[in-house]
Every structure is written in structure tokens, then in C-alpha cells.
């Protein structure tokens, strides 16, 4: 398996009941651009957090590691926030 790194952002936004529920993912090419994209999703009234993220693995086969939390912006999931490694 051939492991390549991929770096990404996780929008997140309540559902009525008050829940997190993710919003939309977005592609970013390094963890610089998935930064600033993550703190900038939070700026506008659609999402109430983003998380920017590493993705581990062989996109090919579609077989990753837990995501590698980068930054997280706003308020995220608890299990999100967790996973920071700082």
C-alpha cells in the first residue's frame, strides 16, 4: 500500500436538536492552506466550527489512518477536539 498524505477541512454545524453534524469537506493541497481555509469557514453564519486535518493513506484503495488533527476553529465536536495532539 502505497501511503500518501492528504490534507483536508472538516466544517461542522448544528441540526435543529443542537447536534454536531459535519458539514462540508474540503481538499486542501498542505496544512498551511487547510489552516487558513478551516479559520475562515468559521467566519460566515453557515458553519459553527472546522477542523483542518492530515489524512493518512492509499487514496487508491480508499483505506486511511484516523485523520491527524491540525487546527481546529469555533466549536467542534468533542471527539474532534480530542484528537489534537497538542
Given at each position: ?45 453557515a ?28 466549536v ?11
Amino acid at each position: 500500500m502505497k501511503s500518501t498524505d492528504r490534507y483536508a477541512v472538516q466544517t461542522y454545524v448544528r441540526n435543529r436538536k443542537g447536534a454536531f453534524n459535519a458539514g462540508r469537506g474540503i481538499a486542501c493541497k498542505n496544512a498551511d492552506e487547510a489552516r487558513r481555509r478551516a479559520e475562515q469557514s468559521c467566519k460566515g453564519r453557515a458553519n459553527i466550527g472546522a477542523a483542518a486535518m492530515l489524512l493518512k493513506g492509499d487514496e487508491y484503495l480508499g483505506s486511511t489512518e484516523e485523520p491527524i488533527i491540525l487546527a481546529v476553529f469555533g466549536v467542534c465536536p468533542p471527539d474532534v477536539i480530542d484528537e489534537i495532539p497538542f
